[in-house]
């Protein structure tokens, strides 16, 4: 038997005691209730907000050497973008660049530059300004082609230039989102086997990188790729080419895409209710 029972014989007192501990416990779920509706209303219009504009707030930089310069998969690609929630995503760099695609609605914005190695952009410091002056939230990279093919240099001189270059992109941006492209393959010489050492060497690179607010997925440019078919000189993807390397970067892009605008909307959402956001 409950001790307020054991401790009060009289019916009346019983009941008046009953009666008071449902009235603190309706007081109490009026609070809670009154507590949700406030975080509600808070949250209702963020809601709104931000469904109504996905990818309007997001910034993408192609970063790389001349094979995202002087080529259309980026044509492409945007085309495969339009009529998705990411049509609207602004692409950003200093490149603007006609490359005869055939297309004058694409955002030509890039952040290529034809014969640039990586290790020269890394000692140089160059991506610094360039983010600077284009801060992106996402950002694919296809770099390494002209370390091997112009100067032979070692893969791991390579690959520390790329941690180098990812440091830079997160000190502009510490939530970067960043797409790294195992890269396509040659069409002359004997360069395929030292490029398939650097994508080889790019897995266990990018997996040591990786961080949870700045995420780095490896996409692989080089399989299926023919160096004999794919290429219109060599070096730079024709038609078919570029169809390929947009069809491997569409679906990365997309998952980064989702990834930037669901972090964005998080961070919005705790600056609105006051707390702070850990990812």
């Given amino acids: 038997m409950p001790p307020f029972l054991a401790e009060t014989q009289d019916?009346?007192?019983v009941c008046h005691l009953l009666q008071h501990s449902r009235s603190q416990t309706l007081k109490y779920i009026a609070l809670q209730l009154a507590e949700l509706i406030m975080?509600?209303?808070k949250?209702?219009?963020l809601a709104a907000l931000v469904g109504a504009s996905a990818g309007q707030n997001l910034r993408y930089m192609p970063f790389g050497d001349s094979i995202t310069e002087i080529i259309c998969w980026r044509s492409k690609l945007w085309q495969e973008l339009k009529d998705t929630e990411w049509g609207s995503v602004d692409w950003v760099g200093s490149g603007k660049g006609e490359n005869n695609c055939g297309d004058s609605q694409y955002d030509r914005d890039n952040e290529g530059h034809s014969g640039f190695l990586a290790i020269d952009i890394a000692n140089r410091n160059q991506l610094v300004g360039w983010l600077q002056q284009n801060p992106a939230d996402v950002i694919t990279?296809?770099?390494g082609t002209n370390d091997i093919v112009q100067q032979n240099k070692p893969v791991?001189?390579?690959i520390a230039a790329f941690t180098t270059l990812v440091g830079v992109?997160?000190?502009s941006n510490p939530r970067t989102k960043i797409i790294v492209a195992q890269i396509i393959p040659m069409g002359f010489g004997n360069f395929n086997t030292q490029i398939q050492n650097l994508n080889t060497a790019i897995i266990p690179w990018a997996e040591g990188l990786n961080t949870t607010e700045s995420p780095i997925w490896v996409v692989d440019q080089y399989t299926g790729f023919s160096g004999a078919g794919d290429l219109r000189d060599g070096v730079h993807p024709n038609g078919s080419g570029d169809t390929k390397m947009a069809n491997i970067w569409y679906p990365a892009i997309v998952n980064a895409f989702q990834v930037a605008q669901a972090d964005k909307e998080a961070q919005a959402a705790a600056k609105k209710?006051?707390?702070?956001?850990a990812a």
């Avoid at 209710?273 to 956001?277: A, H, N, R």
Wanted: no cysteine; proline share 9%.
């Fill in 11 to 13: 019916a009346y007192d």
């Fill in 43 to 45: 949250l209702l219009p």
């Fill in 273 to 277: 209710l006051g707390t702070p956001f």
């Fill in 39 to 41: 975080i509600f209303n």
């Fill in 141 to 143: 990279m296809h770099l």
């Fill in 156 to 158: 791991n001189d390579i």
């Fill in 169 to 171: 992109m997160r000190d």
